[in-house]
């Protein structure tokens, strides 16, 4: 209603700046002029008002899409600094991670920091792929490091820039390993249910709380890197071994970053 009021008074605005033009073109004296002006200020005042809504509206409108401009720039530079934000962030943790577990290794040679860049969904398979390969020193047969430092898994196939990782709770995993105290030794399995101690026979002290590390028989891991920790232990009198849970001490589906042995030379059948 406004708008088509506003529309009526500029039509009329427009017909009196006409009026006045084709006046100002006519040979009228002077002070014949200034009386038709005296006689047509109040309507170009009164035009003057009822025409400024619509003039309100069109600075309005101006405004806006000039803000609305503004707004869509800033939100293009807030989302390029929360990208950086997040890109620096992101490089922090990677270097906190490797730090630390550089840290824990004890800062010696011998250990390569590498990136999990994939793991595999099939089930049952535990396995990660390594953005590291052949050419940073990886070789198949090598213990990979996770917090802790604690033993993840073993590398068992490598490229020119990336290795693939079997962890230990991979159904095809076996390895050598001995209960910290007192030293009983066992074959450490993966499985579907989690990690188990086989080949523990009966009348062997194993307690629940036990330390697991790895042996160095068989030549194909070296002595004494931490697995995890005895979660139970149970028997039948029929049995010939016991039953023995672990819990590793690190979660394996959570890797990010890990430390694989290059200093270690696995024995020739493992690679």
Request: hydrophobic letters at 45%; charged letters at 20%; aromatic letters at 2%.
């Amino acid at each position: 209603m406004v708008r088509t009021r506003s529309t009526v008074w500029l039509w009329l605005l427009c017909a009196l700046a006409a009026l006045l033009l084709a006046l100002s073109m006519l040979p009228l004296s002077g002070d014949i002029e200034a009386r038709i002006l005296a006689v047509l200020a109040p309507a170009t005042g009164v035009l003057r008002t009822a025409i400024q809504p619509l003039s309100d509206v069109v600075l309005h409108a101006g405004q806006v899409a000039q803000l609305t401009a503004e707004n869509d720039a800033l939100r293009q530079q807030v989302a390029r600094l929360e990208a950086e934000a997040a890109s620096l962030r992101e490089q922090r943790t990677t270097a906190e991670q490797g730090e630390a577990l550089r840290s824990a290794a004890g800062n010696a040679a011998g250990y390569l920091v590498a990136s999990v860049i994939v793991r595999d969904p099939s089930p049952g398979r535990r396995s990660v792929l390594l953005g590291r390969g052949a050419a940073d020193g990886v070789l198949a047969g090598q213990p990979v490091l996770g917090p802790g430092p604690t033993l993840v898994g073993v590398v068992v196939a490598v490229q020119a820039h990336s290795a693939r990782v079997r962890l230990l709770d991979d159904i095809g995993s076996t390895v050598a390993a001995v209960v910290q105290q007192p030293r009983t030794a066992g074959a450490l399995a993966g499985g579907p249910d989690g990690l188990h101690l086989d080949l523990v026979p009966l009348g062997a002290t194993v307690t629940r709380g036990d330390l697991l590390l790895s042996s160095p028989l068989g030549g194909l891991l070296p002595d004494g890197l931490l697995i995890g920790r005895v979660s139970e232990v149970h028997s039948e009198p029929h049995d010939l071994f016991q039953t023995i849970r672990v819990e590793p001490l690190t979660d394996y589906a959570r890797l990010e970053r890990v430390l694989v042995v290059t200093g270690f030379t696995p024995d020739a059948e493992s690679r």
